[in-house]
């Protein structure tokens, strides 16, 4: 694995880029560089919601992950709201138990508020 470093992105940067992209590897890096972003929070958390629901399951894995770094990098998270979704998530998509774990791992150290 190479380590490749991610460019933090705004949301209007993300909605003009992932345009381009069905899936793969550059909308992959497009959503966990606006996990970093100092958007509206709540704003990123909706659009990582969403992207739950894309038809690439590398995609939708993706946007759990990047629902962790968010809950990490800003302090900031739904908890309850995301994790139905995510529970809902991996009903669809067994083959992401794996992912939720981690990711629920995650959120029960990170201290969250959801202001």
């Known amino acids: 694995m190479i380590y490749e470093t991610i460019e933090e992105i705004?949301?209007?940067e993300f909605k003009?880029?992932?345009?381009?992209?069905?899936g793969g590897i550059?909308?992959?890096?497009?959503?966990?560089?606006?996990?970093?972003?100092?958007d509206d929070w709540k704003a990123v958390q909706g659009i990582f919601i969403e992207y739950l629901?894309?038809?690439?399951?590398?995609?939708?894995?993706?946007?759990?992950?990047?629902?962790?770094?968010?809950a990490r990098l800003s302090g900031r998270l739904e908890k309850d709201i995301v994790i139905e979704k995510l529970l809902e998530t991996v009903e669809k998509h067994p083959s992401l138990a794996g992912r939720l774990e981690d990711v629920l791992d995650d959120l029960s150290v990170i201290p969250l508020r959801s202001d």
């Open 10 to 12: 705004s949301i209007s």
């Open 16 to 22: 003009e880029k992932a345009e381009r992209f069905d």
């Open 26 to 38: 550059e909308l992959s890096r497009l959503l966990l560089g606006l996990a970093a972003s100092d």
């Open 53 to 70: 629901s894309h038809s690439d399951v590398g995609i939708i894995a993706t946007a759990m992950l990047a629902l962790s770094h968010l």
